[in-house]
């Protein structure tokens, strides 16, 4: 059962650019959540989402961010007009719908972003 | 809303010594779980260990144990005879229980600690 996938590890994008970061949770996990990590900071929430659906997206900058989870396919988070404070590390964490059993959300190794 | 504090920014002890890492809290929940999760060099987040709010008993993982103290809002985690492999970033997270509200693993976390174990 392979892990929480995400890609790709390292993405360089000048300013202006947009970025695509992509997760593909663990099999049988409908649930997906996007962490930002700063540098020398820890894992800031910014968006769940389940199947075509965004649940909680209180922590997402309300400009030029935006995230899907659509029926096929992974998660994708997506950064238009790229700027030098978007550069971190982006970590996606997968789970199970509630009842099934499980207590944790697995991450990903996560995506990092570096504008230049 | 729930925070994490992690006060100790960074900690060094000696290969094969005990050392204490805190994290305080601060939530209107009764119920909940806590988390230390470790992140290496590479950046994976590896979960250490998991202490449910409603046990009174403290979690053990082998080396890995943790003082709750759910009055004082407190969940240290200590290392038991360090290695050279446990040098990495920890950091301690809150989550409500995923049966409350949309079901949700939401995880929210203190800034870190830095530790070195040095051989």
């Known amino acids: 059962n392979a892990g929480v996938m995400q890609n790709p590890r390292h993405l360089v994008r000048r300013r202006g650019q947009e970025a695509r970061l992509r997760c593909s949770p663990m099999?049988?996990?409908?649930?997906v959540y996007w962490y930002r990590q700063l540098p020398e900071e820890g894992l800031k929430f910014m968006v769940y989402?389940?199947?075509?659906?965004?649940?909680?997206e209180s922590g997402m900058p309300k400009e030029r961010f935006s995230a899907e989870f659509p029926k096929e396919g992974p998660s994708i988070l997506r950064i238009q007009q790229v700027v030098r404070g978007d550069s971190a590390a982006y970590f996606c964490?997968?789970?199970?719908?509630?009842?099934?059993?499980?207590?944790?959300?697995?991450f990903g190794q996560g995506t990092r972003l570096t504008v230049v | 809303a729930q925070t994490v504090t992690q006060s100790q920014p960074e900690m060094s002890v000696q290969e094969a010594e005990t050392v204490t890492l805190s994290c305080t809290y601060d939530?209107?929940?009764?119920?909940?779980?806590l988390f230390w999760y470790k992140q290496p060099p590479s950046r994976q987040m590896i979960l250490v260990i998991r202490?449910?709010?409603?046990?009174?008993q403290n979690a053990t993982e082998n080396r890995f144990s943790v003082n709750f103290q759910k009055a004082a809002k407190s969940f240290s985690l200590k290392i038991s005879d360090s290695q050279l492999g446990d040098t990495a970033m920890y950091f301690c997270?809150?989550?409500?229980?995923?049966?409350?509200?949309?079901?949700?693993?939401?995880?929210?976390f203190g800034k870190g600690t830095k530790l070195s174990v040095i051989p």
């Open positions: 099999k049988g996990h409908s649930h």
């Open positions: 997270a809150f989550m409500k229980p995923p049966y409350s509200g949309a079901g949700s693993y939401q995880l929210t």
């Open positions: 202490q449910e709010a409603y046990k009174q």
């Open positions: 964490a997968s789970s199970p719908p509630a009842g099934q059993g499980a207590v944790e959300a697995f």
């Open positions: 939530t209107s929940e009764n119920n909940y779980y």
């Open positions: 989402l389940q199947k075509e659906n965004i649940i909680d």
